[in-house]
């Protein structure tokens, strides 16, 4: 992460190079930074205590309880972008957010491992029944980063649901702002480029705060413990890294025509088209089968008594959502220009990601539903890019 950080306000900005330098510990600490994160997450924190509009149920637990989520994650955006909008016009430098890059990953990494520490404490007397499956092996350090319990509360608030897509994901498009804000203070307005990457990946975030309700069933919040890898990626990873094509573009200026605009935003469109609507078929199914949308499609039944969907998205690929993924990752880089790898790293760090992530899913899947598994392999053989892989 700070090599991406360090990569992108480089000159050769070359992403498989060593950094020309190595930060020292005064440009990385600085207590208004931490200062600032804190600010950051209180003020998250306050909007997840407002009235939600409503409040959904997660799946059964081992203990067969089920826990309560507040759903007022869009709302925290829309309030904090009032916020913002406030505070810029009285004067709030946001402009400046830029140039604290460095020191807030630094205090937002420091602050990732010592919650991570508390939260791995807190583990060590939580009941057995509430630990997650990988992260109870035994050896401290491995369940310290794979985290040991699944859903570490303290009273009715959830850590890990609250971190999945608040603070983290917000404070990325906080961040495309303040750098699109920056570009406009230097060349006198916001490049096409920016423009783009920023409409694009705001698209993105407003689109898992829409849905929030769906991360109940993601391997995240069901499967995952709660330990170093989700508390640093969700606070520290997505909106340092995730912001990298944002933070080139303000040091690497490119130019951009509107025919090759028009045809990254229709690329862009595809990509949206495929994951929303694999993510919300899916998502349908699982809620109410004879829902008219979803009724129709040709189904497999499983030992579980659940039905595996074999037409429609999900019978083009087994993973069809990680497709539509995948290509608006690429419609994020495109803006960029093909001079530079760099901003293609989300792209291949991604497409690793998901590669390994759809492995997973197999495994548990095969174990969930056996027979009726290998069926729906043998009749959907391609796992992400049709014909393909
Ligand atoms: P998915 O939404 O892909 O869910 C996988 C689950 O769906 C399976 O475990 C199974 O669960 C169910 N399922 C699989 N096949 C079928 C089928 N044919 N019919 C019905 N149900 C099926 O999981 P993820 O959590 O990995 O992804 C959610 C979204 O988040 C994706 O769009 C992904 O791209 C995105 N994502 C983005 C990341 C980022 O950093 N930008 C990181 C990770 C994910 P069951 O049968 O129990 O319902």
Not at 126 to 147: C, K, V, W
Not at 182 to 211: C, H, I, K, T
Request: proline share 7%.
């Amino acid at each position: 992460m700070f090599h991406l950080l360090l990569a992108a306000r480089s000159g050769p900005a070359r992403l498989l190079a060593l950094p020309a330098y190595l930060p020292g510990l005064e440009e990385l600490w600085s207590p208004w930074a931490l200062l600032l994160l804190f600010i950051w997450l209180g003020l998250q924190v306050a909007l997840y205590l407002l009235p939600a509009r409503k409040v959904a149920e997660g799946l059964e637990l081992k203990d067969k309880s089920r826990l309560r989520y507040p759903i007022n994650g869009f709302q925290a955006l829309v309030l904090t972008a009032l916020l913002m909008g406030l505070g810029v016009s009285v004067g709030l430098p946001l402009g400046a957010l830029p140039g604290m890059l460095l020191p807030l990953a630094f205090a937002t990494t420091l602050t990732s491992f010592i919650f991570s520490l508390l939260l791995y404490a807190k583990a060590l007397v939580a009941p057995a029944s509430a630990l997650a499956p990988g992260g109870n092996s035994g050896n401290s350090m491995y369940d310290f980063f794979l985290g040991r319990e699944l859903n570490p509360r303290l009273g009715s608030f959830d850590f890990k649901y609250f971190c999945e897509l608040r603070p983290g994901l917000i404070g990325w498009v906080c961040i495309n702002l303040a750098l699109l804000m920056q570009e406009a203070e230097l060349r006198g307005s916001p490049s096409l480029a920016m423009w783009l990457v920023n409409g694009f990946q705001l698209l993105y975030v407003g689109d898992a705060l829409w849905y929030e309700e769906s991360v109940l069933t993601t391997m995240d919040i069901i499967h995952d413990g709660f330990g170093f890898m989700l508390v640093f990626g969700d606070l520290a990873w997505v909106p340092f890294t995730y912001s990298l094509q944002a933070q080139f573009l303000l040091y690497h200026p490119q130019p951009l025509g509107l025919p090759m605009a028009l045809l990254i935003c229709l690329l862009k469109a595809i990509g949206y088209y495929i994951f929303r609507g694999a993510n919300s078929q899916k998502n349908t199914f699982r809620k109410n089968p004879s829902d008219p949308s979803v009724a129709g499609l040709e189904t497999i039944p499983t030992a579980t008594g659940r039905q595996l969907l074999v037409s429609g998205w999900w019978g083009m690929v087994r993973h069809p959502n990680y497709l539509g993924d995948l290509i608006m990752a690429l419609a994020w880089s495109l803006p960029c220009g093909l001079s530079h790898l760099l901003p293609y790293f989300y792209v291949l760090y991604f497409t690793a990601l998901l590669v390994h992530r759809e492995a997973r899913d197999e495994q548990q899947c095969l174990q969930k539903y056996g027979r009726a598994w290998q069926e729906y392999c043998k009749r959907v053989p391609y796992r992400i890019i049709p014909y393909v892989y």
